[in-house]
């Protein structure tokens, strides 16, 4: 049965956040806030979390999971950014903005786009979210949580608890954080291509 974790959303508590650390460094599944929706995160290098995600919410292989990071140093670290990708990537992060990347040797294969290698890559702007990863020193392995069933993300973290306590290990009740996904942005081409319009504003990577 899932822990229920209720976290300050400006003033996350120091040992419940290494309290989620342990749980997700021992195999867990947790249900997290974000500045978008709330997410399900495991680590980073847990193939059989990821399994468990893949089968609760019915993903194929194709799917791209994203990497959540603290700051874009450590972004930087799992794809390869040129000049041009770097500058949007600082003028738009943290924020609801999902980015596709090439992935570089530290991302695992089995995170990574079989065709493309390409991974999605984000800074939230959430203050329990960056101290779940500053606690745990390495990105969150992350997905949306919209489960099959649904056209939107589940938000409520009591209905989170209800519908997934004997599928996830915790579930941190940090607040209402939105239904609205993150606006996604493929910079893998030679320019920018918007391919979902969520939460975050696209226009300044829409060409004139």
């Given at each position: 049965?899932?822990?229920?974790?209720?976290?300050?959303?400006?003033?996350?508590?120091?040992?419940?956040?290494?309290?989620?650390?342990?749980?997700?460094?021992?195999?867990?599944?947790?249900?997290?806030?974000?500045?978008s929706?709330?997410?399900?995160?495991?680590?980073?290098?847990?193939?059989?979390?990821?399994?468990?995600?893949?089968?609760?919410?019915?993903l194929?292989?194709?799917?791209?999971?994203?990497?959540?990071?603290?700051?874009?140093?450590?972004?930087?670290?799992?794809?390869?950014?040129?000049?041009?990708?770097?500058?949007?990537?600082?003028?738009?992060?943290?924020?609801?903005f999902?980015?596709?990347?090439?992935?570089?040797?530290?991302?695992?294969?089995?995170?990574?786009?079989?065709?493309?290698?390409?991974?999605?890559?984000r800074?939230?702007?959430?203050?329990?979210?960056?101290?779940?990863?500053?606690?745990?020193?390495?990105?969150?392995?992350s997905?949306?949580?919209?489960?099959?069933?649904?056209?939107?993300?589940?938000?409520?973290?009591?209905?989170?608890?209800?519908?997934?306590?004997?599928?996830?290990?915790?579930?941190?009740?940090?607040?209402?954080?939105?239904?609205?996904?993150?606006?996604?942005?493929?910079?893998?081409?030679?320019?920018?291509?918007?391919?979902?319009?969520?939460?975050?504003?696209?226009s300044?990577?829409?060409?004139?």
């Open positions: 049965m899932a822990q229920f974790f209720q976290i300050h959303p400006d003033n996350p508590q120091d040992r419940l956040i290494r309290q989620a650390v342990d749980i997700i460094r021992s195999g867990g599944i947790v249900a997290y806030p974000t500045d929706a709330y997410a399900l995160g495991c680590h980073i290098g847990d193939k059989m979390a990821l399994d468990r995600i893949r089968l609760m919410r019915r194929d292989k194709h799917h791209n999971f994203t990497l959540m990071c603290r700051d874009l140093s450590e972004l930087a670290t799992f794809a390869k950014v040129d000049n041009q990708a770097f500058r949007l990537l600082k003028n738009h992060t943290p924020g609801p999902t980015f596709i990347l090439p992935g570089t040797s530290e991302v695992p294969r089995r995170l990574m786009h079989p065709k493309r290698k390409t991974i999605g890559l800074v939230p702007d959430n203050r329990i979210a960056l101290a779940l990863m500053e606690a745990l020193g390495e990105p969150l392995m997905s949306s949580l919209l489960m099959p069933e649904h056209d939107l993300p589940l938000s409520d973290p009591l209905d989170i608890r209800e519908r997934l306590e004997h599928q996830i290990e915790l579930v941190i009740d940090g607040g209402n954080c939105g239904l609205e996904p993150t606006t996604v942005v493929d910079l893998t081409g030679p320019v920018p291509e918007v391919t979902r319009q969520g939460k975050g504003d696209a300044a990577f829409i060409p004139d």
